[in-house]
């Protein structure tokens, strides 16, 4: 799995934030808006400031998810790099194993020559590799060295059995992991992409606004530059 490109992303979400900073800034530093109140002003500016502080929110809720992200994608390369170790270890236990089972194969043709028929019969009953070890292990007869291999080569078949199994829980659980946070991630920037949307609604709003306070502006002046004509021609 592969992450997408950070750096394009943090600039996407600082351009966001830039554009509802401006908007603000349209709203509050026009002139004349410092005495209008009203209501389409005032909402406007309190709908980009919400939508400013739920940005910030989602942009900290996104770092969050990714840096969730990258910890599981490089937790399950690790577990994966890990099985590889794994199998190479139980291909190596296979070797081991397929040695033993060599070595008392030469153990049973020479018991077979020496006439120990008692105990070959015992271990030619066993049905499988490892009950024909359970069988050996029950006989004092076999020479230390021969016990002794068969123990290390037993412990370890068992417990690379058990990590192998464990690993490849892990690795599940990883790829899960990994999974979900990937959704977060996508579910965070499909929600930043709605406030785009939404903030191309307001620099649109904003700039209507812009225009009407411009022509009550021009109208006031007018206005006043009447009033002042109108005076000057009094006697």
Same mark, same amino acid.
């Not at 192998?164 to 965070?188: C, D």
């Given at each position: 799995?592969?992450?997408?490109?950070?750096?394009?992303?943090?600039?996407?979400?600082?351009?966001?934030?830039?554009?509802?900073?401006?908007?603000?800034?349209?709203?509050?530093?026009?002139?004349?808006?410092?005495?209008?109140?009203?209501?389409?002003?005032?909402?406007?500016?309190?709908?980009?400031?919400?939508?400013?502080?739920?940005?910030?929110?989602?942009?900290?809720?996104?770092?969050?998810?990714?840096? @969730?992200?990258?910890?599981?994608?490089?937790?399950?390369?690790?577990?994966?790099?890990?099985?590889?170790?794994?199998?190479?270890?139980?291909?190596?236990?296979?070797?081991?194993?397929?040695?033993?089972?060599?070595?008392?194969?030469?153990?049973?043709?020479?018991?077979?020559?020496?006439?120990?028929?008692?105990?070959?019969?015992?271990?030619?009953?066993?049905?499988?590799?490892?009950?024909?070890?359970?069988?050996?292990?029950?006989?004092?007869?076999?020479?230390?060295?021969?016990?002794?291999?068969?123990?290390?080569?037993?412990?370890?078949?068992?417990? @690379?059995?058990?990590?192998?199994?464990?690993?490849?829980?892990?690795?599940?659980?990883?790829?899960?992991?990994?999974?979900?946070?990937?959704?977060?991630?996508?579910?965070?920037?499909?929600?930043?992409?709605?406030?785009?949307?939404?903030?191309?609604?307001?620099?649109?709003?904003?700039?209507?606004?812009?225009?009407?306070?411009?022509?009550?502006?021009?109208?006031?002046?007018?206005?006043?530059?009447?009033?002042?004509?109108?005076?000057?021609?009094?006697?």
């Amino acid at each position: 799995m592969v992450f997408g490109d950070d750096h394009n992303d943090q600039m996407y979400h600082r351009r966001l934030v830039a554009l509802v900073l401006l908007a603000l800034l349209f709203v509050a530093l026009l002139p004349g808006f410092a005495h209008a109140t009203t209501p389409a002003i005032e909402k406007a500016k309190k709908e980009a400031q919400e939508l400013l502080a739920l940005l910030d929110q989602m942009n900290q809720e996104l770092g969050a998810a990714t840096e @969730e992200y990258n910890y599981a994608n490089q937790q399950l390369k690790d577990t994966q790099a890990a099985v590889k170790k794994t199998g190479r270890e139980l291909k190596q236990a296979q070797t081991d194993l397929a040695f033993a089972q060599g070595a008392l194969d030469v153990r049973l043709v020479g018991m077979y020559k020496a006439g120990k028929t008692d105990l070959l019969s015992v271990l030619l009953d066993a049905t499988s590799f490892t009950e024909l070890i359970s069988r050996l292990d029950q006989f004092e007869r076999l020479g230390r060295r021969d016990a002794t291999l068969i123990d290390q080569v037993k412990a370890y078949r068992d417990q @690379e059995s058990e990590r192998k199994a464990q690993l490849e829980s892990q690795m599940e659980q990883q790829k899960v992991y990994a999974e979900q946070a990937e959704a977060a991630r996508h579910k965070i920037l499909d929600q930043v992409a709605k406030q785009n949307k939404a903030l191309a609604g307001k620099e649109a709003q904003i700039a209507k606004l812009k225009k009407e306070e411009a022509a009550r502006q021009a109208k006031l002046a007018a206005e006043a530059r009447a009033r002042k004509a109108f005076l000057a021609s009094r006697p």
